[in-house]
């Protein structure tokens, strides 16, 4: 049977009022609502059309309340979003972008002065006291991490436009 076959088929299959209530997932007391409403067709007593069944079932979903809804979501989402968007601008709210890229550049700022640590460190410990070369190393370590803890605000600032 091809696909376009089946799909008449199961638009055109005759249901029972229990199977087109549990084909929507609704209660039957709530399906047998929306028939008297009006709202879903039956074919003859007891009978549905599965297809007209789904159909009048979304239709009466989307009418005039679910419009309604559906406006009032998009009204209350826009109205969020300049929330945040004020909020940003006052700089009481930063993205999460920003923060990444300055944690990112932080990172990278402290390893690169912990990988320098040999290099610049190593000359001035020659021939030194074992108990001298791990404070000045302890040292060089505390100064590349204390770079990292420093929190500097600027760096989430928002350039002006």
Known sequence: MNAKKEREDFYNKKVSAIEAANFLRL??????????????????DGEYILGDVVHSYWRSQMGKKGLMIAKTRLTNAEAELRELELAEQR?????????????ADNVINCKSKLLSIPTKIAPELVG??????????KGAIYEALKELADYDAKQFQQPEK
């Open 27 to 44: 209660p039957e007391r709530t399906f047998y609502k929306l028939v008297e409403d009006g709202a879903i067709l039956k074919v003859s």
């Open 91 to 103: 700089g009481d709210v930063i993205r999460k972008s920003d923060v990444s890229k300055a944690w």
């Open 128 to 137: 030194q006291e074992l108990r001298n070369i791990q404070q000045k190393l």
